[in-house]
């Protein structure tokens, strides 16, 4: 079974930067594109970013297109979140998603880590 | 990427069925059959109950269906049990990206 730990949250003030980590295991982590989405306190999901499984294709949301950057290192089977510039409106839980097996789904493999932007 | 509209909320008794609709546009719902439904309990992780618009993973139950027209989907649960009271996002595939609805509170009475 799919496992995604997700670590590197924690308080940062506005305008600061975080690395988010999601070490997976239970599969073949360099076969499978990867995902971040976050959920807002008491609100709904959003995605966030996207990333093949061989870094070559990369897609962000909007609301984080030239902040948040996203890499991945296959042999630790690990993905990265980098976010800078981080406002109010990134305070969220962060989960890291991988593309389900044999078709276009995501599957979130484990807990979140929260990210709170406050001064 | 806007959000997919689902109503806020819905509620049913125990043995009646619910639907939980999902309003999106020809760019995401209307234009792959790549919609899928999580459940999710508060602080918990998001479960997919539904994929690829009505199949469902290994261990849902068969109370969970799910259908499109168009550009709307739906999930039904029959037989409300109240476990089943929980928070309920519909997602679609878009090309390159993927859009969530804003989430139904499922409420069993």
């Known amino acids: 079974e799919a496992q995604l730990v997700v670590s590197g949250g924690g308080l940062v003030k506005p305008g600061g930067s975080l690395r988010l980590s999601c070490v997976a295991s239970?599969?073949?982590?360099?076969?499978?594109?990867m995902n971040w989405v976050r959920q807002a306190p008491g609100k709904g999901l959003a995605w966030v970013s996207s990333?093949?499984?061989?870094?070559?294709?990369?897609y962000y949301a909007d609301s984080v297109k030239g902040r948040f950057t996203m890499s991945r290192d296959n042999a630790r089977n690990t993905l990265y979140l980098h976010m800078n510039s981080l406002s109010a409106e990134d305070t969220a839980n962060y989960y890291c998603?991988?593309?389900?097996?044999?078709?276009?789904?995501?599957?979130?493999g484990g807990q979140g880590t929260l990210v709170t932007v406050s001064s | 990427q806007s959000a997919l509209t689902q109503p806020r909320s819905v509620s049913g008794s125990p043995g009646q069925s619910v639907t939980i609709s999902c309003t999106g546009s020809?760019?995401?719902?209307?234009?792959?059959?790549?919609v899928s439904w999580y459940r999710q309990y508060p602080g918990k992780v998001p479960k997919m109950m539904i994929y690829?618009?009505?199949k469902r993973p290994s261990g849902v139950p068969d109370r969970f269906s799910g259908s499109k027209s168009g550009n709307t989907a739906s999930l039904t649960i029959s037989g409300l049990q109240a476990e089943d009271e929980a928070d309920y996002y519909c997602?679609?595939?878009?090309?390159?990206?993927?859009?969530f609805g804003g989430g139904t509170k499922l409420t069993v009475l």
């Open positions: 997602c679609s595939f878009a090309g390159t990206s993927w859009v």
């Open positions: 020809s760019s995401d719902v209307g234009g792959y059959n790549y």
């Open positions: 690829d618009v009505n």
């Open positions: 239970g599969f073949t982590f360099s076969s499978y594109s």
């Open positions: 990333m093949s499984s061989d870094s070559k294709y990369i």
């Open positions: 998603a991988k593309h389900c097996t044999d078709t276009v789904c995501l599957d979130f």
